[in-house]
């Protein structure tokens, strides 16, 4: 089974640095792009992309944290972690791992973590 495994996350302080961590695991075939989506505190607002690393390596990072965040991957391409500096409250929210993913007798997929809740708050 498909597994995409958080780490990271909690309680941070207004302008302080959060890392999230991010490994997929199971009998997988090949791993496309991977990143990370958030939904925000606020209900209205829909889920939002904060960053990805693309299948050839290109980064697809969200207006409203370009230049606060940094995500690298493994060379196995199969981790992804994520930094983040100058955090603000409205960085609150739950961070969701997301990446496609081809497994063995499946057919390609969008495959999601559990989600880890990020609190900024003084």
């Known amino acids: 089974q498909v597994q995409l495994v958080e780490s990271g996350g909690g309680l941070v302080q207004p302008g302080g640095r959060l890392t999230l961590s991010c490994a997929a695991s199971g009998p997988i075939l090949a791993i496309g792009a991977m990143g990370w989506v958030r939904q925000p505190q606020i209900p209205q607002k829909k889920r939002e992309m904060v960053a990805m690393v693309l299948e050839h390596g290109d980064l697809e990072i969200g207006d409203f944290v370009k230049g606060r965040v940094n995500i690298t991957r493994n060379d196995a391409r199969d981790k992804v972690t994520l930094e983040m500096a100058g955090l603000k409250e409205s960085d609150t929210g739950v961070y969701y791992c997301?990446?496609?993913?081809?497994?063995?007798?499946?057919?390609?997929?969008?495959?999601w973590g559990q989600g880890t809740p990020v609190n900024v708050s003084s």
């Open positions: 997301n990446a496609g993913i081809r497994a063995r007798d499946m057919p390609y997929g969008v495959y």
